[in-house]
């Protein structure tokens, strides 16, 4: 079956400090994988989306790498601030098409 | 303005009852989604339509019915509710199904069933 894994405890690090998280999945050939911020009571945003042929990409301080051979996908955060502490969400478009699937999410809290 | 609108914000109810929860979309998306989110925060499709067309019914039990008026509104009707249903409920939209586009999320609607 197709699963998403990312890590299911909660990240804790300090402001100013890189965040990474992880999002590792099998049985899928996706063509891009999609990250996603949820804050309490809200519904996801949307954050990066990577193609399977870029190995990396860059939006300000965010940075995604993606390694189909190893089938994973790193969330960075550089300089991190306490208004990043959210759930993040790694998504793959599903085999069958049409929807995506969405791992469980990795709390992020940045301390000052 | 709002891109994707949910209504109610919340909604508590008994066993057994019916209830609709509304979404609407301002962007001219062409496709649009309900998600479950349930107590430990997993995010799963339930249907997506496309151009009013019903495209995936995750195997949700039929007393799940949504329905799509025009490509702007998708609602969710749930008929019989059960305890199992209490969760939040998104709804999001797309430019295309699939494809590489990034899909925008409802502020959601919060579900008890006592």
């Known amino acids: 079956s197709q699963k998403i894994e990312q890590n299911s405890e909660a990240l804790n690090i300090q402001e100013g400090k890189t965040a990474t998280l992880t999002c590792n999945y099998t049985n899928y050939s996706p063509a891009y994988l999609q990250w996603y911020r949820q804050d309490p009571g809200r519904g996801p945003v949307f954050l990066l989306l990577?193609?399977?042929?870029?190995k990396e990409k860059r939006k300000e301080r965010l940075k995604v790498t993606f390694d189909t051979t190893l089938k994973q996908s790193l969330f960075h955060i550089t300089a991190s601030q306490p208004a990043d502490s959210a759930t993040y969400l790694c998504?793959?478009?599903?085999?069958?098409?049409?929807?995506?699937?969405f791992g469980k999410g990795t709390s992020l809290l940045v301390t000052p | 303005d709002t891109a994707v609108s949910q209504t109610p914000k919340y909604l508590v109810t008994q066993m057994g009852n019916d209830k609709s929860i509304k979404c609407e979309q301002n962007l001219g998306h062409d496709t649009m989604y309900w998600y479950k989110q349930d107590s430990k925060k997993f995010l799963k499709i339930m249907f997506s339509y496309n151009n009013k067309e019903l495209i995936i019914n995750e195997t949700v039990p039929n007393r799940f019915s949504p329905k799509s008026p025009d490509k702007a509104h998708l609602n969710l009707h749930i008929n019989s509710l059960e305890l199992g249903d209490s969760a939040v409920y998104f709804c999001?939209?797309?430019?295309?199904?699939?494809?590489?586009?990034?899909?925008?999320f409802g502020p959601g609607t919060r579900l008890t069933v006592l």
């Open positions: 998504a793959l478009e599903r085999n069958s098409g049409y929807a995506l699937n």
């Open positions: 990577i193609r399977e042929n870029e």
């Open positions: 999001a939209s797309s430019q295309e199904s699939g494809t590489y586009n990034e899909q925008f």
